[in-house]
């Protein structure tokens, strides 16, 4: 399983940017599939989580930290296998390394399993003026 995580750049205050995360190995429409993001020297923060589903119908419920609700939305492309993190209204709080994840044990966000199992790379998203 490999997870690859891109799209992140530099952008301005307010502005947008759509993350990508790619999965070889694994399909992730049946897997919870997290994003994560780490400032250097502080606690990685997990931000926008999507549960996995077998209902054709569903893309999955989606989870959000309180720091990024209502600007970044989480959803996956079935066709594609990839999960997308949309962020808007960019602040310069929202610079870090973006990550996703997935483990094969999780269906779901919510669950008494922690921690993950595969990671995507990182992507760096710089919010500056």
């Known amino acids: 399983v490999q997870l690859q995580a891109s799209g992140g750049g530099l952008v301005q205050p307010g502005g947008s940017l759509r993350l990508s995360c790619a999965a070889s190995?694994?399909?992730?429409?049946?897997?919870?599939v997290n994003w994560f993001r780490q400032v250097p020297g502080k606690e990685r923060e997990g931000i926008a989580c999507?549960?996995?589903?077998?209902?054709?119908?569903?893309?999955?419920?989606?989870f959000y930290a309180d720091s990024v609700q209502g600007r970044f939305t989480v959803s996956r492309d079935k066709n594609k296998n990839m999960v997308y993190l949309q962020m808007k209204s960019l602040k310069s709080d929202d610079t870090a390394i973006y990550y996703c994840?997935?483990?094969?044990?999780?269906?779901?966000?919510?669950?008494?399993?922690?921690?993950?199992?595969?990671w995507g790379q990182g992507t760096l998203v710089t919010v500056s003026s």
């Open positions: 994840a997935h483990d094969p044990r999780r269906r779901l966000c919510k669950s008494t399993i922690k921690g993950w199992t595969y």
């Open positions: 999507i549960d996995g589903t077998d209902d054709i119908s569903s893309y999955g419920a989606t």
């Open positions: 190995g694994v399909n992730l429409d049946y897997y919870a």
